[in-house]
């Protein structure tokens, strides 16, 4: 770019008596001229407070959209990446088998390459902990009797994590005589996966649409303003401006609205989060979960302001291309 | 300078404005162009500001064959070549300054440069007092100066006028002339359109007169007579 214009310049300066200067002092002046265009677009905006303040909130609105999807992915990936480490078989023993063969049926399980530990909750245990987690303390006490059999929570090696091995070591399990029920705590965290991804995929359709919104909505603002310019344009053109001069003040508008679109969005997000935070950790605090709404980092932050400023920009460059193509001197 | 070579601008309408044109204005030549309306001045004028181009034969500025620039080097052509327009065509939310500035802006020179030959150029047109000023708020003569400045302020070697004093009375008009000879008189070559013909004979000038898009006369500078 800087090339260019230090080109044009030494074409100017052969031709119509411009003064030669050397590259440094080119790209000075190149650089001084991209400051004054873009706070000379940035001004513009603020001329028109009312209306621009409609269409940031339109573009706010339409990247806080995708970015809060993508936060909610984020969230929900993390509570089910959480879990899927926690796979686990619990293996029902029958009522009538003795403790001390229930010890000795996890220890062999133990020695089997599929599964990396197996660990043993005798009914006992297992009624200490119902008695102080659920709240049924008084109800299992009327009981009497405790109703619980005794449990191995197995959790298999990462090698038998395949939907296929795992398979085999449940029906494996499944055939042992002192086992009254397997069953797999993985198949819930599938299903959540399933749904993740699907909701994945959703929010990619919905972004992109809302993506595509963004730089509609430049888009139609820049077109409108190019044509309120137009006989600014066709002056400009007349005394040498170049599609490149003419473009970019428009350019620099589209960058503007995008970058303060995504600023809006992002007080609209902190906002959510906000509202959000409490519940659910006063949810996750009954699910006894360390659980805390991640919020966006200060990567996905600068994404989301360089996405706000690409769209922009984008949108400016279809509409003013477009728009130049018509409007020549007449 | 501005060559024409056989030259002809037909319209898609069929209309044929210019025909068979040749003539040649040399570097630091200066001439009129008269002709009643509908006789092809301001066609001529648009084919040298690229505006329009020839149906046939061959135009040249400073240079270069018009015919052989590509859109992309048109306003690299356009910046040799200074336009006065009879509607000024001045930008009228931007100050005296800004609307002299633009070609220095548009040719990416620094804000130095563009200072001192902004202030330069208005000198020259004696509207040095009144750069902070708008079009809207300039008399009809000052416009004018204020859009032969913005022509001449990047030095083209060539200024093509359309109609300047075509809404000027006869003294401002006269201040606009004796303006355009002063440039001529720095080398600048110089074509100006213009119907006023007693204007044109006083001045003794090279005078081309177009009829029906034809080159009817071609008149050789006189030895002046000013009054």
């Known amino acids: 770019m800087t090339r260019r214009v230090g080109r044009a310049n030494a074409h100017t300066a052969k031709q119509a008596g411009m003064p030669r200067i050397g590259p440094l002092a080119a790209l000075h002046i190149w650089l001084q001229r991209h400051a004054q265009v873009s706070l000379e677009s940035l001004g513009r905006i603020f001329s028109k407070p009312v209306s621009s303040l409609l269409t940031i909130s339109v573009l706010g609105i339409a990247l806080a959209l995708p970015a809060g999807l993508y936060l909610f992915l984020v969230n929900a990936q993390s509570i089910s990446e959480g879990l899927d480490g926690e796979a686990r078989i619990s293996l029902f023993i029958k009522e009538n088998i003795e403790e001390t063969k229930a010890h000795s049926l996890a220890e062999t399980l133990n020695q089997r390459n599929d599964i990396a530990q197996a660990t043993l909750i005798t009914r006992e245990q297992a009624l200490a902990e119902f008695q102080q987690y659920s709240g049924y303390a008084e109800a299992l006490e009327a009981l009497g009797d405790n109703p619980l059999p005794h449990v191995i929570v197995i959790r298999p090696d990462a090698s038998a994590m395949q939907p296929d091995a795992i398979e085999t070591l449940l029906r494996s399990l499944r055939a042992d005589p002192q086992v009254e029920l397997a069953q797999l705590d993985l198949q819930w965290v599938q299903r959540l996966h399933g749904m993740i991804l699907i909701a994945r995929r959703g929010a990619l359709v919905i972004s992109a649409l809302l993506g595509l919104a963004v730089l509609l909505t430049v888009g139609n603002t820049i077109r409108l303003e190019v044509q309120n310019r137009r006989e600014e344009i066709i002056i400009a053109k007349l005394v040498g401006a170049t599609d490149g001069f003419i473009r970019r003040p428009f350019l620099y508008s589209g960058l503007w609205y995008g970058l303060l679109g995504s600023v809006v969005s992002l007080l609209l997000l902190w906002l959510a989060i906000g509202l959000l935070a409490g519940p659910v950790s006063d949810l996750s605090r009954l699910y006894q979960s360390e659980f805390t709404l991640l919020r966006l980092s200060l990567h996905d932050t600068a994404i989301l302001l360089a996405t706000g400023a690409f769209l922009g920009w984008t949108g400016a460059w279809v509409a003013v291309a477009q728009q130049l193509r018509g409007m020549e001197p007449r | ?227």
């Open chain 2, 1 to 227: 300078m501005i060559h024409f070579q056989q030259v002809c601008k037909r319209f898609e309408n069929g209309h044929e404005a210019l025909s068979d044109l040749s003539f040649r204005l040399e570097s630091g030549e200066m001439a009129f162009l008269t002709g009643h309306s509908g006789a092809g001045k301001s066609t001529l004028l648009r084919l040298i500001a690229l505006i329009e181009r020839c149906s046939r034969g061959m135009v040249s500025v400073a240079g270069h064959n018009l015919n052989r620039v590509s859109r992309r080097q048109i306003p690299y052509v356009r910046r040799q070549v200074g336009f006065i327009f009879q509607d000024h065509r001045l930008l009228a939310d931007r100050t005296v300054f800004d609307n002299v500035a633009l070609p220095l802006v548009i040719a990416g020179l620094g804000h130095r440069e563009i200072g001192r030959r902004v202030r330069a150029a208005l000198d020259k047109v004696g509207l040095l007092d009144k750069e902070r000023r708008c079009p809207v708020m300039l008399s009809g003569g000052e416009q004018q100066r204020v859009g032969i400045a913005r022509a001449v302020v990047n030095r083209p070697p060539v200024v093509v006028a359309d109609e300047p004093t075509g809404n000027l009375d006869p003294e401002l008009s006269r201040e606009i002339m004796d303006l355009f000879e002063r440039f001529n008189q720095v080398g600048v070559t110089l074509l100006i359109a213009s119907h006023d013909l007693e204007l044109i004979s006083r001045r003794g000038h090279r005078v081309l007169c177009l009829d029906r898009g034809r080159l009817v006369r071609d008149t050789p500078p006189q030895t002046r007579d000013r009054q």
